[in-house]
């Protein structure tokens, strides 16, 4: 019988890159993130005998690769991790983003978009309008 009561929304757990100037001169990523249960990974942190899947919402690692958190979220390459973090072992790189970590709480921390409107400085603020494009038949 399903449960009448809301799960709560994934929250992103960011393990910021030490490096960053270099990073961004090379094209490495700077931080990589997860997405876990926000009621799990407190007590995951204290009681390591949790099962690591009942913190995680999956067993993937996410990145930008533009020196930020937002953008779009992509899978680093083995060699990525295997230079940012000594190995590319999935779970060793998912406990260690958990353990040291900053859990990103709000409404939108588990979409991959900005939580203010678009802003295109030449322009102004952005007042909902989208422009359309031409169609050609």
């Known amino acids: 019988m399903p449960s009448n009561t809301a799960q709560p929304q ?3 757990v960011v393990w910021h890159g030490k490096e960053k100037a270099d990073a961004q001169t090379s094209g490495r990523f700077l931080d990589f993130f997860v997405f876990a249960d926000p ?5 995951w942190r204290k009681d390591k005998s949790i099962p690591i899947v009942d913190v995680v919402e999956s067993f993937d690692i996410f990145a930008v690769n533009n020196g930020g958190n937002t953008g779009v979220y992509e ?9 940012t973090f000594g190995t590319h072992n999935v779970s060793e790189i998912i406990e260690r983003i958990l353990q040291e970590g900053k859990i990103e709480r709000g409404p939108d921390a588990h979409l991959n978009r900005l939580t203010a409107p678009p802003r295109n400085c030449s322009k102004g603020a952005y007042n ?4 359309q494009s031409a169609v050609h038949n």
């Open 128 to 131: 909902g309008r989208v422009a």
């Open 75 to 83: 899978r680093p390459s083995r060699q990525q991790l295997d230079t």
């Open 10 to 12: 994934p929250v992103r």
């Open 39 to 43: 009621n799990q990974v407190e007590p």
